[in-house]
């Protein structure tokens, strides 16, 4: 994905992307760990409930909808994904 920036003179200038196909396996589990969460359908206790996961995985909460979980994903600044 590109997000444009500004340069220093002000003008619009295409954001760095990264290579993914370059990336190590620490380096893919590290990418949009501050910006990303997942979301996957789980069963807990019994119950379906939907696991937000970090970036690199890293459980950090339960939700008892796919709604609830995106709109807390969001409410945290972070962009939710889909993960089936």
């Known amino acids: 994905m590109r997000k444009n920036t500004r ?3 002000g ?4 954001a760095p992307v990264a290579d993914l196909r370059r990336m190590s396996h620490d380096d893919l589990k590290a990418f949009g760990m501050s910006h990303v969460a997942y979301v996957k359908p ?3 206790e019994g119950e379906a409930a939907f696991a937000i996961h970090a970036a690199d995985g ?3 909460a339960l939700a008892e909808d796919r709604s609830s979980a995106f709109e807390a994903i ?4 972070m962009i ?5």
Do not use: G, R
């Open 11 to 14: 003008n619009d200038a295409p």
């Open 42 to 44: 789980v069963v807990y």
């Open 74 to 77: 969001v409410d945290h600044e």
């Open 80 to 84: 939710p994904a889909w993960v089936h």
């Open 58 to 60: 890293t459980p950090m």
């Open 7 to 9: 340069d220093d003179a």
